[in-house]
């Protein structure tokens, strides 16, 4: 015997989402199809405010309910350093430690041909655009520590090589443990990796 259509159905949308397996996928379905109502129907109308609201930053792509973001607008902020992360997870990461006042890059993602995705799958042409006026004098990569970062930190380098455009190119430091994610990084450790990034 399985589950209902429309709870099966609902389980099979959780488990698409990262990190839930079947067993969660299928806990959650049955908690809100069943003693959660309330909690789905709030559920129902959040994601549905979601989907009509959120858009990416024209000139970041961190998500926003509006044209730019936050920080695109903020006059204060340092326009000559840009620092590129992979999502809006890693770029809210970092801007809890106070510490950093330059402006983003969001990539939406990591070079990965194993996945299928190329560096136009991803936002890179957008920083390569950001860099004609000539206002970044800096680029930091915070890009996870792994092959995929590493490789998508390599292509960026290649192509603003190719631009000759005199821009300083630094990494986050290696003090951010190899096959970790910025997203679970202490504040300390990225503070730390901040202060001490290296050329690339």
């Given at each position: 015997?399985?589950?209902?259509k429309e709870?099966?159905?609902?389980?099979d949308?959780?488990?698409?989402?990262?990190?839930?397996?079947?067993?969660?996928?299928?806990?959650?379905?049955?908690?809100?199809?069943?003693?959660?109502?309330?909690?789905?129907?709030?559920?129902?109308?959040?994601?549905?405010?979601?989907?009509?609201?959120?858009?990416?930053?024209?000139?970041?792509?961190?998500?926003?309910?509006?044209?730019?973001?936050?920080?695109?607008?903020?006059?204060?902020?340092?326009?000559?350093?840009?620092?590129?992360?992979?999502?809006?997870?890693?770029?809210?990461?970092?801007?809890?430690?106070?510490?950093?006042?330059?402006?983003?890059?969001?990539?939406?993602?990591?070079?990965?041909?194993?996945?299928?995705?190329?560096?136009?799958?991803?936002?890179?042409?957008?920083?390569?655009?950001?860099?004609?006026?000539?206002?970044?004098?800096?680029?930091?990569?915070?890009?996870?520590?792994?092959?995929?970062?590493?490789?998508?930190?390599?292509?960026?380098?290649?192509?603003?090589?190719?631009?000759?455009?005199?821009?300083?190119?630094?990494?986050?430091?290696?003090?951010?443990?190899?096959?970790?994610?910025?997203?679970?990084a202490?504040?300390?450790t990225?503070?730390?990796?901040?202060?001490?990034?290296?050329?690339?």
């Amino acid at each position: 015997m399985g589950l209902p259509k429309e709870v099966q159905n609902l389980s099979d949308l959780f488990s698409s989402l990262p990190s839930i397996g079947p067993k969660l996928s299928n806990r959650l379905a049955l908690f809100l199809s069943v003693n959660g109502k309330s909690l789905a129907s709030k559920l129902s109308h959040s994601l549905d405010e979601v989907v009509k609201s959120i858009r990416l930053c024209s000139n970041c792509s961190n998500i926003t309910d509006t044209d730019f973001c936050e920080i695109c607008t903020d006059s204060s902020r340092d326009r000559s350093i840009v620092i590129v992360v992979e999502d809006s997870l890693d770029l809210y990461n970092l801007e809890q430690t106070g510490e950093y006042k330059g402006m983003y890059q969001v990539l939406g993602g990591l070079i990965s041909p194993i996945n299928g995705i190329g560096p136009r799958d991803i936002k890179i042409d957008q920083l390569l655009n950001r860099l004609q006026d000539g206002e970044i004098k800096e680029i930091i990569l915070a890009l996870n520590p792994n092959l995929e970062g590493d490789s998508t930190g390599l292509y960026i380098k290649n192509e603003i090589d190719k631009l000759g455009l005199d821009i300083k190119l630094t990494r986050l430091a290696k003090g951010i443990p190899a096959g970790s994610d910025i997203e679970f990084a202490s504040s300390q450790t990225l503070i730390d990796s901040f202060n001490s990034r290296v050329s690339f």
